[in-house]
């Protein structure tokens, strides 16, 4: 059973940045499809980013120019850059991963605990 584990998390002000990482329990990502969500209470979780086996990766508009994906396969991990981090960006963000695109972009994959993002203004 893959499991992933986020972290990264943190409070950061306005226009600043984090990375988040998303670590697997085993050698997945070049076989398998991740995406990146996020949440706020009250709220349906949003897709952020997806990233193909490939490694090609599609961004939410909200977040293009400011948010990169970056996965480092010996390392078991993939990366979320954010920067210009603006308070909106304020959420529980997760990473989920299944080896078929629609599942991983449907949420239906294996999913990490989150990590709390907060940006202040």
């Known amino acids: 059973q893959v499991q992933l584990v986020e972290s990264g998390g943190g409070l950061v002000h306005a226009g600043g940045s984090l990375r988040l990482t998303c670590a697997a329990s085993?050698?997945?990502?070049?076989?398998?499809?991740v995406a990146w969500y996020r949440q706020v209470p009250g709220r349906h979780r949003a897709l952020v980013t997806i990233?193909?086996?490939?490694?090609?990766?599609n961004y939410a508009d909200s977040v293009k120019g400011r948010f990169t994906v970056s996965r480092d396969n010996a390392k078991n991990a993939v990366y979320l850059q954010m920067n210009n981090l603006k308070p909106e960006d304020t959420a529980v963000y997760s990473c989920?991963?299944?080896?078929?695109?629609?599942?991983?972009?449907?949420?239906?994959?294996?999913w990490g605990q989150g990590t709390q993002v907060t940006v202040s203004s």
């Open positions: 989920t991963a299944d080896p078929v695109y629609t599942v991983a972009a449907g949420g239906g994959g294996v």
């Open positions: 085993g050698s997945i990502f070049s076989k398998y499809v």
């Open positions: 990233t193909t086996t490939g490694g090609s990766t």
